[in-house]
């Protein structure tokens, strides 16, 4: 069975800084892509950003310039620095592993449990 496990959230304070990082374990053979999810009160869990086993990477608009992801194909782990944080940044946030192949499954994707990043003053 495959868990990611997140870590890194908090409180801050605006223009602070926060790093989330996330670990897949169990018997995995290979992941397509991980990513950061987020969702508001309220609001529909979006996309933050994507990273692909080969290093591509993706983020929302709304990131781009303040977050970076990044990730250790063969540690199963994804992080992201979070800088110049904004109180619309306020979610919980969620890993996910995308496309993982294991000894009992072929193309499914996972989730964490979700990490809250809170941003005020």
């Known amino acids: 069975q495959v868990q990611l496990v997140e870590s890194g959230g908090g409180l801050v304070q605006p223009g602070g800084s926060l790093r989330l990082s996330c670990a897949a374990s169990?018997?995995?053979?290979?992941?397509?892509?991980m990513g950061w999810y987020r969702q508001a009160p309220g609001k529909q869990r979006e996309l933050v950003a994507t990273?692909?086993?080969?290093?591509?990477?993706n983020y929302a608009d709304s990131v781009k310039g303040r977050f970076t992801i990044s990730g250790d194909n063969a540690k199963r782990t994804v992080e992201l620095q979070m800088n110049n944080l904004k109180p619309e940044d306020t979610a919980v946030y969620y890993c996910?592993?995308?496309?993982?192949?294991?000894?009992?499954?072929?193309?499914?994707?996972?989730w964490g449990k979700g990490t809250l990043v809170t941003v005020s003053s």
């Open positions: 996910n592993a995308d496309r993982v192949e294991t000894k009992y499954s072929d193309g499914m994707d996972y």
């Open positions: 990273i692909t086993n080969l290093g591509a990477t």
């Open positions: 169990g018997n995995i053979f290979s992941i397509a892509a």
